[in-house]
């Protein structure tokens, strides 16, 4: 992605890792895809976060940028954003878009453990 479209991505991992079943990664991995070309297409950045947090109950992915956010103009969802919500709903989650603190766009996916954790064996 940073060789593609010169956004350089930081990327921050926490907590203790548990297994994420195949399908259910691939869910996780389209809304990132999804959302980092939002940012990419949209923001105006050269800079965005990406955090994926392991809760006890949980798993969050988060995509952050300070770029120009959603305006009311823009407040139809495109397909993407459809998709994105979609994908959240096959997980049992659910998918929110904030403004951080500083502007710009805060996406979080939140998918409960038990719907996603792969049983290893």
């Not at 593609?4 to 203790?16: A, D, L, P």
């Not at 976060?49 to 798993?59: G, N, P, T």
């Given at each position: ?42 923001a ?24 120009k ?53």
């Open positions: 992605m940073e060789k593609q479209t010169g956004i350089g991505i930081s990327y921050e991992k926490s907590g203790s890792a548990f297994p994420i079943n195949g399908s259910a990664s691939i869910h996780i991995y389209r809304v990132l895809q999804e959302a980092l070309n939002n940012v990419a297409r949209h105006g950045v050269n800079r965005a976060w990406v955090r994926l947090r392991f809760l006890a109950d949980s798993a969050e992915l988060e995509v952050e940028d300070q770029g956010g959603f305006t009311k103009e823009a407040a139809s969802p495109g397909i993407g954003l459809v998709e994105m919500r979609e994908r959240a709903q096959l997980l049992g989650g659910r998918l929110e878009f904030t403004t951080p603190p500083g502007g710009g766009t805060r996406v979080r996916l939140s998918v409960p453990r038990k719907k996603v954790e792969a049983h290893v064996e």
